[in-house]
């Protein structure tokens, strides 16, 4: 006999759907109580998608005479919608744990940057590393991020700086796309540093003469699939007139803007990416209070990333003050060489500490705002009827200890699901 459905996930303890409504993201009063089913299951459909949010009772009835491929009994347990990580560098080769001792021993990012470290450092052993091994590590790298209960990840380029690599690395991506389960927003970046023996406005032309062109090309054979484009604006990097440059280069290209900016110096990067469109900014841990009033008007979402100020000991992004003027705040656990983290359960647990949310402003940074932030939270970022049935079980009689136990997520997750299938189970 053929299953009807691909999954019952029955009588959980607690449902965080996150949003009942179909809201595409959450600021300000509906932060303060995310929607939540005590003694509740959840059902998801053969094409992955979730059939059925409720009551134990209400969906044991409905669902009587129905067949399962699995069930699992959710007793005492919470169930959670899969979490989203909205910004990671994760294809890259050259370890750099070096620069941690030369961190701690008091050099700057930008230190490190002008003794031929830090990105230049991953370009060069990116630029020499076979296509297979960058996507051995890269499939590793995605099973910690997985197994710490994401389900969506949004994945750059950018160490490579040249065309050639710059697309070994969206391939790389791309075959993740095709062959794990995992759900991935790609993202080029081959802005993220100014290529030596260039200059910034060089580059910039380089990129938007021969890079975003052969981008274009690629996708619309079908061969590549990108969904955003990231510049790096920064002092001493890719200045504001060249960022726009390439940002509207990519935009003509039907690219969502998702950019860093405002990291380690105020640049008005906020102003740019709402007045641009933007879907998202990265860091602002220098933005100024302009900059966040535009991106709240704009509807363009705040990427924090709280383990990126903590490893770099800079200062804290205001989420606050992001908060409390309707910005569509998000998290990202900013994973790369230099901020080493897979967990987005640490992320929550350290914006909750470092920048003063509260655990239900965490988690929707961490799910639905996360998807907004990625252009994905129609399909993504909820448990709710019609959207893909990524989930995390945990074993905790509620929600919150997937935050307040720190660094405690390998323990507490017992099962990753995704589109209905478990994909992990402890």
């Keep these: 006999m053929t299953s009807s459905h691909r999954l019952l996930l029955e009588n959980a303890q607690q449902v965080v759907l996150v949003c009942a409504c179909g809201e595409r993201f959450l600021t300000g009063s509906a932060l303060r109580s995310l929607a939540v089913l005590e003694g509740a299951s959840v059902v998801v459909g053969t094409d992955g998608l979730i059939k059925a949010v409720g009551p134990a009772a209400v969906i044991q009835k409905q669902f009587s005479g129905e067949t399962f491929e699995e ?14 990580d909205a910004h990671t560098h994760p294809v890259w080769a ?14 700057t990012y930008m230190d490190i940057h002008q003794a031929g470290g830090g990105i230049n450092f991953t370009v060069e052993h990116t630029r020499q590393a076979s296509e297979e091994e960058l996507f051995c590590s890269f499939q590793q790298r995605l099973q910690c991020m997985m197994r710490a209960g994401t389900t969506l990840v949004e994945c750059k380029s950018g160490y490579g700086l040249n065309l050639e690599t710059e697309l070994k690395m969206l391939r790389v991506i791309e075959r993740a796309r095709r062959e794990l389960h995992l759900s991935l927003s790609a ?22 003469s021969h890079h975003l062109p052969r981008l274009k090309e690629l996708s619309r054979n079908g061969d590549l699939h990108v969904d955003n484009i990231d510049v790096f604006c920064e002092k001493g990097v890719f200045d504001l007139d060249t960022t726009r440059r390439i940002l509207e280069g990519g935009k003509k290209m039907g690219l969502q803007i998702n950019f860093h900016g405002d990291e380690l110096h105020p640049m008005k990067a906020a102003e740019l990416g709402a007045e641009l469109g933007a879907q998202a900014i990265s860091h602002l841990e220098e933005v100024s209070d302009e900059g966040i009033a535009a991106m709240a008007a704009a509807r363009c979402s705040a990427v924090l990333l709280p383990t990126t100020a903590y490893m770099l000991r800079l200062k804290q992004p205001r989420a606050r003050k992001m908060l409390d003027e309707g910005v569509i705040v998000a998290l ?12 987005m359960p640490m992320v929550m647990h ?20 996360a998807a907004y932030a990625l252009g994905k939270s129609h399909t993504h970022g909820s448990l709710e ?5 990524d989930a ?11 935050i307040y136990q720190f660094g405690g997520h390998h323990e507490l997750i017992d099962y990753v699901i995704t589109k209905g299938k478990v994909i992990y189970k402890k």
């Excluded at 993202?187 to 938007?208: F, L, N």
């Excluded at 009827?385 to 049935?389: A, D, I, N, S, Y």
């Design 385 to 389: 009827v019609g959207k893909q049935g």
């Design 94 to 107: 050259g370890e750099r744990v070096h620069e941690f001792a030369m961190k701690l021993a008091g050099a």
């Design 71 to 84: 069930r699992i009994d959710c007793s005492g347990k919470c169930v959670l919608p899969g979490l989203v």
């Design 332 to 343: 990202g656990s900013d994973f790369n060489p230099n901020a080493y983290c897979f967990s």
């Design 392 to 402: 995390i079980v945990i074993n905790a009689s509620r929600w919150e200890h997937l």
């Design 350 to 369: 350290l914006a909750c500490v470092n920048m003063r949310m509260s655990m239900p402003e965490a988690l929707a940074a961490a799910t639905i705002n």
């Design 187 to 208: 993202t080029y970046c081959g802005a993220h540093s100014v290529p030596k023996g260039k200059t910034a406005v060089e580059a910039a032309d380089d990129i938007i």
